[in-house]
């Protein structure tokens, strides 16, 4: 098994910190592993005292973004 975590881009406002992920590499039964996602963190004194993370597989096919945003947009039980 492997892992790489790459912090694409991060913000601290306060004592909250968040950061844009992607982790990759290979599961221990061989499966690829393909996630991004933010994370929230809460500090103090230099230490994180809570966490937060929204983090979820990468979908390799699919309708793709604009697709989705249409679907939200058009809102439940509506049909293209």
Known sequence: MDFQAELL?????????WGEWRWQGTRANGTRLEMRGVT????????????RLY???VEETGAGIDEAVKRMAEGPGQES
């Open 9 to 17: 881009s991060s913000a601290t406002a306060g004592d909250t910190a």
């Open 55 to 57: 983090v979820e597989p």
């Open 40 to 51: 929230l963190f809460g500090t103090r004194d230099d230490r994180i005292i809570w966490g």
